[in-house]
Structures are given as structure tokens and as C-alpha cells.
């Protein structure tokens, strides 16, 4: 059974940086890409940034490419996404995914495995 647990969320003032991170179970992590998506209140959930199998490339959406960061440890099967910068408009419940395939993607429908979301907070 395949389980992807984020952790590193929490409440942050504008400005500052948060580190999420994501451990894969019950997927061998090999030629998996994985990807951040959130959704903040109200909204649709949204792509963030997702990293092709082994290493990279990486894509982000616009709204975070120079701020965030998504890097992966396939020893440990972890993958990060590193927040800098961050402001109100970033509070939302993040969520990791995983494909089957090596190749990252911007789309939702493309992922197979989700997790169960961590919260993210930005205070003004």
C-alpha cells in the first residue's frame, strides 16, 4: 500500500521560510516523479512544483518559481519542497503526489498517489 506523509507545515510570518517535506512508503520511488500541489480556502487545488525521476528537471508554477524549491532524496524516499519568501497568498493545505512514470507534470490528473496534505499558514 502506497502512503506519501508531508510533514513541515505550520504557521509563519511573511517573509520567512518553511521546509516541507514528504516520505514515500510502499513505492519503490524508482522512476517516480513527485510533485507539490496546494489549495488554499475556497480555492481548486493547484500545481506547485513537481521533480522528474532520478534527479530532476524540476517545474513550478509562476506564482512560486524563484521562491520554492523541490528537491528529492531517493535513498531516503523523501521529497522536499523548500519555501522562501513567503507571503499570505501561499497559506493553504500542500500536498504531495506521485506518479508513475519518470517524467514530472503540472497536472493533477497525472498523479496517481496522494497524501493527506499538510497546513501552511502565512501571517501578515
Known amino acids: 500500500q502506497v502512503q506519501l506523509v508531508e510533514s513541515g507545515g505550520g504557521l509563519v510570518q511573511a517573509g520567512g521560510s518553511l521546509r516541507l517535506s514528504c516520505a514515500a512508503s510502499g513505492l519503490t520511488f524508482i522512476a517516480n516523479a513527485m510533485g507539490w500541489f496546494r489549495q488554499a480556502p475556497g480555492k481548486e487545488r493547484e500545481f506547485v512544483a513537481s521533480i522528474s525521476w532520478p534527479t530532476g528537471p524540476a517545474v513550478y508554477a509562476d506564482s512560486v518559481r524563484g521562491r520554492f524549491s523541490i528537491s528529492r532524496d531517493n535513498t531516503e524516499k523523501t521529497v522536499h519542497l523548500q519555501m522562501n519568501r513567503l507571503t499570505p497568498e501561499d497559506t493553504a493545505t500542500y500536498y504531495c503526489?506521485?506518479?508513475?512514470?519518470?517524467?514530472?507534470?503540472?497536472?493533477?490528473?497525472?498523479?496517481?498517489?496522494w497524501g493527506q496534505g499538510t497546513q501552511v499558514t502565512v501571517s501578515s
Open positions: 503526489a506521485s506518479r508513475r512514470v519518470a517524467d514530472y507534470s503540472r497536472y493533477q490528473s497525472d498523479y496517481a498517489y
